[in-house]
């Protein structure tokens, strides 16, 4: 099937392709304002220089976008760490999935860890509602980003969804390339990080074979991102308050622009990226199912190793004892730990109007739901 689709409306640029993309960005004065406000340390004419210069999309990502995201991570971090990493084979290819908190620093990263473990980069999911312009779109697709088409006609949705399944799969066990995808349309407002099962539907479009040898093929490894601080966490609480309010409520492209700006320069604290195994021999027994339970099976076995893999740290513990009025933690954070963190979400519910009681709550609940999941899973 996927030598039968064409691919070119939804997947990355290629090495032969990035100059005629460079021509369009820099003669593009939003992108240029971009890089103003992104690069302040150089000059305009030093990064376009620069940019031109580049000869592939590997050179464009450790040139350009590998020292911004190094000097994000550097200011607003208190530290990058990693497990199970060195489970994985360097050579092979994998399907990440992941809970999703920060639209852009996510795969971000994710990358920056391939880079520096030995790996290569992957390539990156990205929903076409962030693409707001088109110089957006060439510039994650000169990051290694393929489009995720979305709110489309059923007709038109049925097809893109096939293309989507057939690109994925011919990604990963044709070019024995890497790639990275959230376990859900868009991210875990709540914390509350469950893989949906449409996803899997659509990834077990394009197999071949029977259940088991279709998902063994694309080599599922579950991926679970810990930050310490969630800088739109706010943002966040607050679209939880506007949908309760107006149940018609969506969120704008000035939103994301928001959720996207706040992301990159708000403090995150520690983060951790815990990669789980490679999900492979569970396969097998689930042979036995119907088709709906053998993907709600998978979802839940993806959704236990992320849970599992999570790292908590003490605003983790805090916000559970206090969301559900309970001391089971207490042992696990000191005053100084709680006085912190209260002090951090008192912060930034002061950056928001509104129902201060409610937001708080929401707040204190999408901290608070890793743990609930981590000690609801069997044998905890």
């Known amino acids: 099937m996927g030598k039968e689709l064409n691919f070119d409306s939804i997947r990355p640029y290629k090495d032969e392709e990035i100059h005629e993309v460079f021509e369009r960005l820099i003669n593009e004065v939003n992108f240029l304002e971009l890089i103003k406000f992104l690069y302040p340390n150089f000059s305009t004419e030093q990064f376009l220089k620069k940019l031109l210069s580049i000869q592939s999309i590997r050179e464009f990502q450790t040139e350009v976008i590998y020292p911004y995201v190094k000097e994000v991570l550097r200011t607003t971090t208190k530290g990058i760490s990693h497990s199970g990493l060195d ?6 290819h994998y399907l990440f999935i992941s809970n999703h908190r920060d639209i852009v620093l996510d795969s971000a990263i994710l990358n920056i860890l391939m880079v520096e ?5 992957t390539e990156i999911a990205i929903g076409d509602n962030l693409l707001i312009y088109p110089w957006i779109t060439d510039l994650v ?46 991210r875990s407002k709540d914390g509350d990080d469950r893989t949906q099962v449409s996803l899997l539907k659509m990834l077990n479009m394009s197999g071949n074979g029977d259940f088991a040898k279709n998902f063994k093929e694309i080599k599922i490894v579950p991926l679970s991102i810990s930050y310490e ?39 995150k604290g520690r ?30 076995t993806i959704d236990n190793q992320i849970h599992n893999n999570y790292k908590f740290y003490p605003g983790n513990f805090i916000a559970d004892d206090l969301f559900t009025n309970h001391t089971r933690h207490i042992t696990k954070y000191t005053d100084e730990d709680k006085s912190t963190f209260l002090a951090y979400l008192d912060e930034h519910l002061s950056r928001i109007d509104g129902d201060k009681e409610f937001l708080h709550s929401a707040l204190l609940e999408m901290y608070a739901n890793p743990v609930k999941n981590f000690y609801t899973n069997d044998d905890k």
């Open 87 to 92: 489970k994985l084979d360097p050579n092979g």
């Open 117 to 121: 473990n030995g790996f290569s980069t």
């Open 141 to 186: 697709k000169l990051n290694k980003s393929f489009i995720v088409q979305r709110n489309l006609p059923v007709r038109q949705m049925m097809e893109s969804t096939q293309r989507l399944s057939a690109y994925i799969r011919q990604t990963l066990t044709e070019r024995n390339q890497s790639i990275w995808i959230a376990q859900r349309e868009g």
């Open 229 to 267: 601080y969630d800088p739109c966490d706010y943002l966040k609480a607050l679209e939880f308050q506007m949908k309760r309010d107006n149940p018609e409520y969506k969120k704008t492209q000035a939103d994301d622009l928001k959720h996207m700006g706040a992301g990159l320069r708000g403090r």
């Open 271 to 300: 983060v951790h990226f815990g990669f789980g195994d490679p999900i492979d021999t569970e396969l097998s027994g689930l042979a036995d199912l119907s088709k709906n339970d053998q993907l709600q099976a998978l979802a839940e």
